[in-house]
Nanobody, 119 residues
Framework: QVRLVESGGAMVQAGGSLRLSCVAS????SGWFLQYPGIAREFVAG????????DYADSVKGRFTISRDNAKNTVYLQMNNLKPEDTAVYYC????????????????WGQGTQVTVSS
């Protein structure tokens, strides 16, 4: 059974930074999604198993960075220059088959961590 455990969500002021972490029981292609209340999850960022390939949603390019430490089976999402519209529940995902942008491509999900950005 693959487990993904996220942490790092918090409340911060606009312009601030947060780092989300996702510890996995196995090593896979990994990604982060966000979800606003009542709306489907949206792709934020993805990273290949070795870390050499990354991709980002246009809304976060230049502000968020995805990375991984395979020795710790951990994937990170560094979030800088946060905006109120970044407020959402963030989910870690693992083991993609197909386009990273679609939730249906991902096999495993974490429980989510809340990020709240105040103006």
């Amino acid at each position: 059974q693959v487990r993904l455990v996220e942490s790092g969500g918090a409340m911060v002021q606009a312009g601030g930074s947060l780092r989300l972490s996702c510890v996995a029981s196995e090593r896979f292609v990994s990604g982060w999604f966000l979800q606003y209340p009542g709306i489907a999850r949206e792709f934020v960022a993805g990273i290949s198993t070795g870390g050499g390939t990354t991709d980002y949603a246009d809304s976060v390019k230049g502000r968020f960075t995805i990375s991984r430490d395979n020795a710790k089976n951990t994937v990170y999402l560094q979030m800088n220059n946060l905006k109120p519209e970044d407020t959402a529940v963030y989910y870690c995902a693992a083991h993609a088959s197909g386009s990273w942008y679609y939730t249906t491509s991902w096999m495993y999900w974490g429980q989510g961590t809340q990020v709240t950005v105040s103006s």
